[in-house]
């Protein structure tokens, strides 16, 4: 494996955002060419030392931020973003001053993140306090495959009142990789799923991987097209609908 691929991780940035931003500004800079295949997750995980999720995770996020691409059966391979001219000289203004760093006025639709101002730091770091105090180190080392152990207790008392098992609680990453966990549990090939539209970019990629044929459904203001729903569900065997009822934040 070429040293280009190899990644100097920095503690405070996930390892997976690490590697994919190493490998777009790679890609980026043809030092990997377009429609180069990229390391098999096996190989990566192997050579940088890391877990196969970190990988897969890694490759999902390239793929949706436009700079991979994979073929069934046979891998992950590079992919150059391109931005059409038009709309390049249309925004230029607003790359300018993106790129400036003068972003006070600008609105970030892609972080799926609450802005700084309104983030409760104060409660935020009274809570970290109250666990470290509490439960130690412990707090910061995993210990079960299933997340926390404590942190599950405490979402089954405050969401469930402990009425279901424990061990039907499982604490993820983020949204990617819960979609990913879920399709694999539900979704076999040529399974058929309806999705919003638009919808997580992630969940599609996700859909895909599995090989499920997938119906889109046009958003309106109080929802889906019901009608259109209905029509889906009448002419095909439909296994499960994935919808995002939280202002379309996955």
């Not at 996930?14 to 429609?35: A, C, F, M, R, T």
């Amino acid at each position: 494996m070429r040293d280009i691929y190899n990644v100097i991780f920095q503690e405070e940035i996930p390892k997976y955002v690490q590697i994919s931003n190493h490998i777009k500004k790679l890609i980026e800079s043809k030092n990997i060419e377009d429609g180069e295949k990229l390391p098999t997750i096996r190989e990566y995980t192997k050579y940088l030392g890391v877990n196969k999720v970190t990988i897969i995770n890694a490759y999902n996020k390239l793929q949706n931020d436009g700079f991979a691409y994979q073929k069934v059966g046979s891998g992950t391979y590079a992919k150059v973003k391109e931005i059409r001219p038009s709309f390049s000289k249309e925004y230029s203004r607003v790359f300018r001053k993106l790129s400036s760093g003068n972003t006070k006025d600008a609105i970030d639709f892609a972080g799926e993140t609450n802005n700084e101002v309104v983030f409760p730091i104060d409660e935020f770091k009274s809570i970290i306090n109250k666990v470290l105090d509490r439960d130690g180190a412990e707090a910061l080392i995993s210990q079960n495959a299933l997340g926390y152990e404590n942190l599950r207790y405490t979402i089954n008392e405050v969401f469930w009142d402990n009425s279901i098992d424990n061990e039907n609680i499982l604490i993820v990453s983020g949204a990617q990789q819960g979609i990913d966990i879920a399709s694999k549990a539900i979704l076999n090939i040529n399974d058929n799923v309806i999705v919003e539209k638009p919808t997580y970019g992630g969940a599609l990629s996700v859909f895909k991987w599995r090989r499920a044929n997938i119906f889109e459904v046009e958003m309106e203001k109080d929802g889906v097209n019901l009608e259109d729903f209905e029509e889906i569900l009448k002419k095909n065997r439909i296994r499960c609908f994935y919808t995002m009822s939280y202002f379309q934040n996955p």
